[in-house]
């Protein structure tokens, strides 16, 4: 097979997966013979237990078109926790939640949002995806974009030593998967050494204005006492660290925007 096919049809598996994951018929199927999508059976069950069917997540197709109208054009969020202990980290997903839109906020109001609760920008890092030819041998080599985001982030990563609380946010398009982001944030957190009694989340937030096979992450250090009480939707997000910065713009979620559809 072509490797422009082939590149193709790993695209269309893994935009299915997502979109499937969504509507709460999660399953390891194929779509292209010899492409499996990628996704493990420990991930599908995780995910399996944290999405539950809502009516207006399916969509009548039109002429051309899918019923998956509303997944494809919404901001789809994967929030999850990380437990780790020295040289070791997992990452667990535990809620989904579906936005109308991504937000783009001007850098300063992020930086003084931040400032007002105590937390800071640790590092930000972009990725993007390489498919290597594997010319006459049968073995490929894909580097994801999650992991070049983090090797990225590595590069000017402020310490990390002193903080209690992480939260890793993940940004991409509609091809970005959950078991990427989810093996690049435990990477990340044995690179930057972090203290096991640091409390890490994650965000994983794709959106279709976002290119394909591309992610960006931000690692924000948030204050022991977090407190966002006095602030709602676009500022209460920044005040509890999910920022995205991509290509020297900024971006987020209204929190008062988003719906759930898990359990």
């Not at 990725?127 to 000017?156: C, H, Q, R, W």
């Not at 920022?243 to 719906?259: F, I, L």
Request: with cysteine; aromatic share 6%.
């Amino acid at each position: 097979m072509p490797k422009e096919t082939m590149m193709a049809a790993n695209k269309i598996c893994r935009r299915y997966v997502l979109i499937i994951a969504t509507t709460t018929l999660l399953s390891v199927v194929t779509c292209v013979t010899g492409f499996t999508p990628l996704i493990n059976n420990k991930i599908a069950s995780a995910l399996y237990n944290i999405i539950e069917a809502q009516p207006e997540d399916y969509v009548a197709p039109k002429a051309g078109g899918g019923g998956v109208a509303v997944a494809q054009e919404s901001a789809l969020k994967v929030i999850g926790d990380i437990k780790h202990k020295p040289g070791k980290a997992e990452s667990f997903p535990e809620t989904l939640l579906r936005y109308k839109d991504l937000l783009t906020v001007d850098e300063s109001k992020i930086q003084d949002l931040l400032k007002q609760v105590g937390s800071t920008i640790i590092c930000t890092g972009k990725g993007v995806e390489l498919y290597k030819d594997p010319g006459e041998t049968t073995i490929k080599e894909v580097n994801y974009a999650p992991t070049e985001a983090i090797k990225d982030s590595f590069m000017n990563a402020a310490s990390a030593m002193e903080s209690t609380n992480l939260i890793f946010n993940f940004l991409g398009g509609d091809d970005l998967m959950l078991g990427e982001v989810m093996e690049a944030a435990n990477e990340l957190v044995v690179m930057l050494d972090i203290p096991t009694n640091t409390n890490i989340s994650f965000n994983s937030l794709s959106h279709n204005t976002i290119p394909s096979g591309t992610c960006t992450i931000t690692v924000v250090s948030k204050a022991e006492n977090n407190d966002v009480s006095s602030f709602s939707g676009v500022e209460k997000a920044i005040a509890s660290g999910e920022v995205y910065a991509r290509d020297g713009n900024w971006y987020t979620v209204d929190e008062s925007d988003g719906s759930k559809a898990m359990a």
